[in-house]
């Protein structure tokens, strides 16, 4: 995953997932455990992601996560991981605006 996402951009490692998660310029991209890799590659590009070897949905307490797939270790090497970097690399994330302020001030405006 390191040399997957070199030169990708800002690159933070947090323990999540019972391994590691990696976050890119401050959003969860992927997280990486023995159990396979968690990519977040958007709802747009779900689909063709869940068409590849060994992708299947991310559920989480019963419930798909969309904009997530999970990959099974029989699936990954080092070409594939790099492969499945660059597509949810490709994912545009939500930008946030910033803070608004609280509903009683822009009441009072």
């Known amino acids: 995953m390191r040399a997957a996402l070199a030169g990708a951009g800002a690159v ?3 323990r999540m997932f019972g391994g ?3 976050m890119l ?3 969860l991209i992927a997280g990486a455990s023995p159990r396979g890799l ?6 747009d590009r779900q689909a063709q992601a869940l068409g590849r070897p060994g992708a299947r949905p991310m559920v989480m ?10 990959v099974d270790p ?3 090497n080092a070409r594939t991981v790099q492969r499945w970097v660059r597509l949810a690399v490709a ?3 939500r930008r946030v ?5 609280p509903v009683a001030s822009r009441r009072a405006r």
């Open 12 to 14: 933070r490692e947090v």
């Open 20 to 22: 590691i998660g990696f």
């Open 25 to 27: 310029n401050g959003n």
């Open 38 to 43: 968690l990519l977040r590659v958007g709802k």
């Open 61 to 70: 307490r019963g419930r798909a996560m969309e904009g997530y797939v999970y």
């Open 74 to 76: 029989p699936a990954l």
């Open 91 to 93: 994912r545009k994330p």
């Open 97 to 101: 605006s910033g803070k608004r302020a």
